[in-house]
């Protein structure tokens, strides 16, 4: 406390001029309109600015929750997107997905290999969480793969990038089918073949899901024609496809559970008997 007075005993002339000084800049402002308008307008860009950087901070630490709005969002609108009917195309279908087919579960990728001969990704869902083998497994960009095994918490996924996969595929402009492999070599690129050479080909065309399996429903992205050729054969194609997914960086995933996969192999399988 003495130190505070004496401080001011040594300063007090300049302490009342500081003073006076705020005194008279207050009864100025007062006084007179204009300089009324500019210091409201200073602090109030002053303020802004605080509250726009403290805003800023605060969005930093919540991107994790916005992220997880968004992906519940995404996942609400797929939803609707693979169970609308050729009739309903042009319009949102209500939310009570009457004539629901696939349901979507997020998750968030663990562990993933982009660099062997068979590659898998592990995810941070299981049977507890109603996942099962050969569910369907994909991001907002394009397919992942298949899901093959599972625990309770936990389940894997072949990816595409895998010699094992095998995945029915179509050229999106012709609807020309074929199957989508993987050689082993860049995890940039996969290879749709046993395409008709009498498919439209044409590089930069997008390669999407055939629908012609239980896993996944037509149409979803899957990459671009990045360059073909014809077949030993002469009768098929080769063709190079550059993913849309980058297959080295994948987050959060959506996977997808057919709910009349049951009912289609059960059908299936009577027809080969």
């Not at 007090?12 to 800049?25: D, E, N, R």
């Not at 009912?263 to 399988?269: A, K, P």
Request: charged share 20%; aromatic share 10%; glycine share 6%.
């Amino acid at each position: 406390m003495q130190q505070i007075i004496n401080f001011v005993i040594r300063n007090k002339t300049f302490l009342l001029f500081l003073f006076l000084f705020c005194v008279g800049l207050a009864l100025t402002i007062q006084s007179h309109s204009y300089h009324k308008s500019k210091f409201i307008n200073s602090a109030n860009s002053l303020s802004g600015g605080v509250y726009g950087t403290v805003n800023s901070i605060d969005k930093y630490f919540s991107l994790e929750r916005e992220n997880e709005i968004l992906a519940e969002e995404n996942k609400y609108l797929r939803e609707q997107l693979f169970n609308r009917s050729d009739s309903q195309a042009n319009f949102v279908v209500d939310s009570s997905f009457s004539n629901e087919t696939y349901r979507i579960t997020i998750a968030e990728v663990y562990k993933n290999s982009y660099s062997l001969t068979n590659n898998y990704l592990t995810i941070n869902k299981g049977t507890t969480d109603s996942i099962k083998q050969d569910f369907g497994v994909i991001t907002s960009k394009g397919i992942i793969g298949i899901i093959d095994a599972t625990s309770s918490n936990y389940a894997r996924v072949l990816s595409i990038l895998s010699k094992k996969s095998r995945i029915n595929a179509k050229l999106k402009r012709s609807n020309h089918i074929g199957s989508l492999i993987w050689n082993g070599k860049s995890p940039e690129f996969v290879q749709l073949v046993d395409v008709s050479t009498f498919a439209p080909v044409k590089v930069g065309d997008t390669i999407v899901t055939g629908g012609q399996s239980s896993i996944f429903p037509k149409g979803i992205n899957i990459g671009s024609i990045d360059s073909f050729e014809t077949d030993i054969s002469g009768d098929t194609y080769t063709i190079q496809v550059r993913l849309f997914n980058d297959m080295t960086n994948i987050g959060k995933i959506y996977i997808l559970q057919n709910l009349d996969r049951d009912e289609m192999l059960t059908l299936q399988r009577s027809g080969n008997e």
